[in-house]
């Protein structure tokens, strides 16, 4: 079965420093890939896919994941974190039989002034 | 706003009563999907829509979950019988044929139940 695994519950990184969110899949085929951000009282909102072809995708608000299929992951890079950047970070695999997304159980990013 | 919304946003029940949600997709968009957030995991998907033909069930909707989508609109998520388990942030999203291929899924701002 299809899962999503991301080790870091917190993350704690200063405004202004890199940022780097780990995720792992497990799927056999190759995989559809997401990222979405969850911010107080707002809804998920997608920051990026993957599908096939270049492996380093980009999204909104300066994000950017890099696929490695030889590690299962698809860790998000942001180069310079900004407060706004705090909230709850998913990671999403979508099996290529169904619509449905199957979620991690995110990642909360604090952002130190 | 031309968003996702569901209501109540918040709802307090006693245990063993019926609750139903009620979520009002992007107009435009065929697909509808329910989903379950408890505290400090990610959204569980539940059930989905295309149009008003229900093609997906997770097994978390036990016999005491229903969804409906009349003429392929909006959506109700009814359940009965509640229990404390149930209490959660319950989450509808829509997509288009094409985004719900790509993934991009549209969020409401979730329903919130607390089952005392």
């Known amino acids: 079965a299809q899962s999503v695994t991301q080790p870091d519950i917190h993350i704690t990184v200063s405004e202004g420093a890199s940022l780097e969110l780990r995720c792992n899949y497990s799927y056999g085929a190759t995989p559809y890939l997401f990222w979405y951000v969850q911010s107080p009282g707002q809804g998920l909102q997608l920051l990026l896919k993957?599908?096939?072809?270049?492996?380093l995708v980009q999204g909104i608000k300066g994000f950017e994941a890099e696929f490695k299929r030889s590690q299962s992951s698809f860790n998000l890079r942001k180069p310079s974190v900004h407060w706004s950047d705090a909230a709850e970070y998913f990671c999403?695999?979508?099996?290529?039989?169904?619509?449905?997304?199957?979620f991690g159980s995110g990642t909360r990013l604090l952002v130190r002034p | 706003d031309t968003g996702v919304s569901q209501d109540p946003r918040h709802k307090i029940t006693k245990r063993g009563q019926n609750v139903t949600f009620r979520c009002d997709p992007i107009?435009?968009?065929?697909?509808l999907y329910w989903y379950r957030q408890t505290l400090g995991q990610g959204p569980e998907f539940l059930t989905y829509?295309?149009?008003?033909?229900?093609?997906?069930k997770s097994r978390l909707l036990s016999d005491r979950f229903s969804a409906e989508r009349p003429k392929g609109s909006f959506s109700t998520l009814e359940i009965q019988r509640t229990e404390q388990g149930d209490s959660a942030m319950y989450l509808c999203a829509s997509s288009s044929g094409t985004s719900g291929y790509t993934g991009e899924l549209f969020f409401g701002e979730g329903s919130r139940l607390t089952v005392l």
């Open positions: 829509f295309q149009n008003e033909a229900q093609l997906e």
């Open positions: 999403a695999v979508r099996p290529e039989s169904s619509y449905k997304l199957i």
């Open positions: 993957y599908f096939s072809g270049d492996t």
């Open positions: 107009s435009e968009h065929n697909r």
